[in-house]
């Protein structure tokens, strides 16, 4: 068996220290962010100056999920979820309707009929 | 367009549908079969404890390795988009399944009939989450075909569950899965309305 790796181990101190960098050592969000979840700019927002990270995720992020922000910035799902939870706290950027835990039964009704309807013509 | 306030006021949303089964059995396959963009891939941070990500307060200390989701978009409509995410295969990467499986529609389990006994856990998984299943039996070429019923035996399926087999390359047959897991869930949905309504 393998030992656990050390955190003097060379083979993920990289990752590790870029990870924790680019959301200054947070590892979670108060935005609840699926992955499926899709995102908007805000129309008129006005961007503050911005970490090149956070930068990086605004100039991606419009009209795509929060898995796609992920895959196209390579950046771990959970470090794009800090970064996107700051945008939306911000008021940058805007998270479209997805089923969560709080859709009333008619909206998950409503938006797997819609699916089924679009799978149906796809 | 304007005049359309119906749809213009319909909110925009996305929806998922989690493709799983065991390793090799061909869910990017079916992934890239349907997808509109080549299958993109996400990873997530995972820690010694393989019990949380990154993202679930873990320390990042305790970060030792990453944990690799494919998964593929189909636009829809104006306004829907629909993702399907494959599921990690090896075990210890179940904790991601929560993550990947929350607001899901539902799933389809990916069977290759010479290794059923992969899809066991997979099944498991869904059953014990009350997440809306169907199992499609992936045929290889070459692969002798076994009958829905045995399969459905085999796997210990309860009766409601659909089983369908498709070539997970076909576009056609892979968006027929798509079709039924969405028919299955939607019925099961009303179904359990018409239970709490009486």
Same mark, same amino acid.
């Given at each position: ?55 990086q ?7 795509r ?9 390579k ?22 309707a ?6 009333s ?18 | ?5 119906t ?28 997808s509109?963009i ?5 990873e997530?941070?995972v ?18 390795t ?22 990690p ?15 899901a529609?539902?799933a ?9 006994? &992969?899809?066991?856990s997979?099944?498991?998984y ?12 992936? &045929? ?21 569950v ?6 997970a390359?076909?576009? &056609?047959?892979?968006?027929?899965a798509?079709v039924?897991?969405?028919?299955y ?14």
């Amino acid at each position: 068996m393998t030992p656990p790796l050390e955190p003097e181990d060379e083979s993920y101190r990289p990752r590790l220290i870029r990870s924790y960098t680019l959301t200054a050592g947070r590892t979670a969000t108060s935005v609840d962010l699926a992955m499926e979840a899709t995102l908007r700019l805000q129309a008129g927002a006005e961007a503050p100056v911005l970490s090149p990270s956070a930068a990086q995720v605004l100039e991606v992020c419009d009209r795509r999920s929060v898995a796609e922000v992920s895959a196209l910035t390579k950046m771990p799902i959970g470090v794009t979820r800090v970064l996107l939870g700051d945008l939306i706290e911000q008021g940058l950027v805007r998270i479209q309707a997805t089923i969560t835990d709080k859709t009333s039964t008619d909206e998950r009704l409503e938006l797997i009929e819609r699916t089924l309807r679009g799978l149906r013509n796809y | 367009m304007d005049f359309e306030t119906t749809k213009a006021q319909r909110a925009a949303a996305s929806t998922k549908i989690v493709i799983a089964g065991g390793f090799g059995v061909g869910k990017s396959t079916l992934v890239g079969a349907v997808s509109e963009i080549d299958p993109l891939r996400t990873e997530a941070l995972v820690t010694n404890e393989s019990e949380g990500v990154d993202d679930l307060a873990a320390v990042p200390t305790k970060a030792t390795t990453t944990v690799a989701m494919d998964f593929g978009r189909l636009t829809l409509a104006e306004d829907l988009v629909l993702y399907l995410f494959g599921t990690p295969g090896q075990r210890r990467f179940w904790f991601m399944w929560d993550d990947l499986c929350r607001g899901a529609i539902g799933a389809i389990v990916l069977v290759d009939v010479a290794r059923l006994d &992969e899809s066991f856990s997979p099944l498991d998984y869904f059953e014990s989450k009350g997440i809306p299943f169907i199992v499609a039996v992936n &045929e290889f070429d070459g692969v002798p075909r076994y009958p829905a019923e045995e399969i459905a035996a085999a796997l210990a399926l309860p009766a409601e569950v659909p089983i369908i087999s498709l070539d997970a390359r076909d576009r &056609e047959q892979a968006k027929g899965a798509l079709v039924k897991i969405t028919e299955y869930a939607l019925m099961r949905l009303r179904e359990s309305l018409t239970v709490n309504a009486n």
